[in-house]
């Protein structure tokens, strides 16, 4: 167990949907990341957050958003889903030290029908 | 942006015998490269990482390489054990973190009996 929790493990949704994705760092964990992983892509990285504040983006979508709160969780939100989103959603998360190791998360799968 | 590059895409190898996989990336800019292990259906977890100032690191088993001039660096697996087989992520960031990863496209790694 890497001590972040990501809720929920499985979602289903239709195409047009919104959904969120929820990540609990590990205690005291600053930064969270977040990933994408799909068969057609691989991995991607698609956003850092640290301490409530947007640290980089990458790969990610206008459709998608993220944030973290003074409590330090994180939510992912998708919006206007296409089918082309189902995917495994992971977040991590590492101290204030960022250099350190990012611990990963179980993941959410996401699918889209 | 960075491109990563990994090879093989699968690895065969007899139990005891060494595996190689290497990655090259395009970036002069990314200073740390993290190796992570992927089981299926399970979250990638870090089993080695090296940062740009530093040509080679050892961990029992496990090593990683790195020629910043030829920009790739490269996973060795010695003794091989059933318990290895996986898919191993390259990955490379300019941002010396987690954050900013660039992954490779795998390598599912196969140890037989």
């Known amino acids: 167990d890497s001590g972040v929790t990501q809720t929920p493990k499985h979602l289903i949704t239709a195409t047009g949907q919104r959904v969120t994705l929820r990540c609990s760092p590990r205690?005291?964990?600053?930064?969270v990341y977040w990933y994408q992983q799909s068969l057609d892509q691989g991995l991607q990285f698609l956003i850092h957050y640290y301490n409530g504040e947007e640290r980089a983006k990458g790969n990610i979508l206008e459709r998608f958003s993220a944030q973290q709160f003074p409590d330090l969780h994180s939510e992912l939100n998708l919006s206007s889903l296409e089918l082309g989103d189902s995917a495994l959603y992971f977040c991590?998360?590492?101290?204030?030290?960022?250099?350190?190791?990012?611990?990963f998360g179980q993941g959410t799968r996401l699918t889209v029908v | 942006g960075e491109n990563v590059e990994q090879h093989p895409s699968t690895l065969s190898v007899q139990e005891g015998d060494s595996a190689v996989i290497k990655c090259t990336y395009s970036d002069s800019a990314s200073n740390y490269f993290p190796w992570y292990k992927q089981e299926l259906g399970k979250r990638p977890q870090l089993i080695i990482d090296i940062r740009s100032n530093v040509g080679e690191k050892k961990d029992q088993r496990i090593a990683v390489t790195l020629n910043k001039t030829a920009k790739h660096f490269s996973l060795h697996i010695t003794e091989t054990q059933p318990e290895d087989s996986a898919v191993y992520f390259c990955a490379a960031s300019p941002a010396g973190t987690a954050s900013k990863l660039t992954f490779g496209t795998g390598t599912r790694l196969q140890v037989t009996l």
């Open positions: 991590a998360s590492n101290g204030a030290g960022e250099d350190t190791e990012a611990f």
């Open positions: 205690s005291g964990d600053l930064s």
